[in-house]
């Protein structure tokens, strides 16, 4: 929609004709809104809308529920509560989602008057969070780093980060506002300290406490909530649904192998585009100070496109026909029960029959979570 909206900018179409887009639209993220208007009118603006608010709605349920899960899980039950029931560990996540909405829409609201735009926050979203990027991937991939490389890198990567940018911005600027330090100079020293100090702190770290020697096996010790307490009360036997299903030995060694496939995967994937979108395309290109030509340049267009639709299949159309049998049945079910003919808990109670049914493994157990390990022939 950007290259859109500089190819309309010049029609009378385009809202801001005959004159163009200022910083501040630019900034204010109207790009989109003022290409969709210029090329559909009126249905442009409500499709702008309509998919402004799916996004929204989306990225904000996703952080609430990320918080949520954040604090009941890993602070709540790990360091406050250990034994804390299933309805408790619900409730604190009620609690936590509401005041975690809270809090971003009143502190979204002082940026706006504050004079804070989505451009700025784009572009300082990197100096506040690129310094955990290392030392996650590492966390990821490498066994050797300690604890407190992976806790104290990010820490300091944003103070440094911080500093370069509020250093820079007072160098290039002699001042501190808004303007000065959403600036490019300022901004890119604190993106650039904040994605690279990380590879400084994490050897001083690793020299001065040591390397480790991680097996990841802990991440298997992760319990689930009990959920006897919700059970009891809904009338419901955790024993006899699909979820309290008791992995066997040969499931979980199926389940280990085509998790490191995926994993070596993904790690070539990100390898191989990280130096394709970073160093091989805009490299040479760069270096070169070449200048689109009018064919190049409806090549790149294309490729853009393509890439799009690619994106598309593998994120939205793949997973459904990927889930088709699960969305089937849920519409079947949810169909049965509109006309009255089936309960949701009839239902429910024939999947896990079916379930149960079906062919199983040998080969020993495998316990996980608060399931009760079995002798299975």
């Not at 029931?85 to 002082?110: D, E, P, Q, W």
């Not at 050897?203 to 010790?221: N, Q, V």
């Not at 499931?251 to 130096?275: C, D, G, N, P």
């Not at 160093?279 to 070169?288: C, E, Q």
Request: charged content about 15%; aromatic content about 12%; overall charge neutral.
């Amino acid at each position: 929609m950007g290259l859109s909206a500089l190819a309309l900018e010049k029609t009378p179409a385009f809202p801001t004709y005959p004159n163009r887009m200022s910083e501040a639209d630019v900034s204010a993220g109207l790009v989109l809104p003022y290409a969709a208007v210029a090329l559909l009118g009126r249905g442009g603006a409500i499709a702008t809308l309509l998919i402004v608010f799916m996004a929204v709605t989306s990225a904000t349920s996703s952080e609430l529920i990320a918080v949520s899960s954040i604090f009941t899980y890993d602070l709540y039950r790990t360091y406050f509560k250990p034994n804390a029931s299933g309805k408790r560990l619900i409730y604190m996540s009620h609690v936590i989602v509401v005041a975690y909405a809270l809090f971003i829409s009143t502190f979204s609201v002082g940026l706006y008057y504050a004079g804070i735009s989505m451009g700025y926050l784009y572009l300082m979203m990197g100096c506040i969070i690129s310094s955990a990027v290392i030392p996650a991937t590492l966390t990821l991939v490498w066994s050797g780093q300690n604890k407190w490389a992976a806790a104290l890198s990010p820490i300091f990567g944003l103070a440094f980060a911080l500093i370069a940018w509020l250093v820079t911005a007072s160098k290039d600027c002699g001042s501190l506002d808004v303007a000065c330090t959403g600036s490019n100079n300022p901004m890119l020293a604190g993106n650039v300290v904040a994605l690279l100090s990380p590879l400084v702190l994490i050897p001083i770290f690793t020299l001065i406490f040591g390397m480790d020697k991680y097996d990841w096996k802990s991440m298997m010790a992760i319990r689930k909530g009990d959920d006897h307490d919700i059970a009891t009360t809904a009338g419901t036997d955790l024993e006899h649904t699909a979820d309290e299903h008791v992995q066997t030995t040969n499931e979980f060694k199926a389940e280990q192998s085509k998790l490191m496939r995926a994993s070596k995967i993904s790690k070539w994937t990100t390898v191989a585009m990280t130096l394709a979108f970073l160093i091989l395309w805009p490299f040479p290109m760069y270096g070169s100070g070449y200048v689109f030509s009018k064919p190049f340049f409806t090549g790149w267009v294309t490729v853009g496109i393509i890439w799009i639709f690619c994106s598309l299949g593998a994120v939205g159309i793949f997973p459904v026909f990927e889930g088709r049998r699960t969305l089937l049945h849920t519409f079947k079910a949810i169909a049965l029960d509109i006309s009255g003919k089936k309960h949701p808990e009839t239902i429910h109670a024939e999947s896990v029959a079916t379930n149960e049914k079906g062919p199983s493994s040998t080969g020993g157990t495998y316990k996980q979570g608060p399931a009760k390990t079995v002798e299975l022939a």
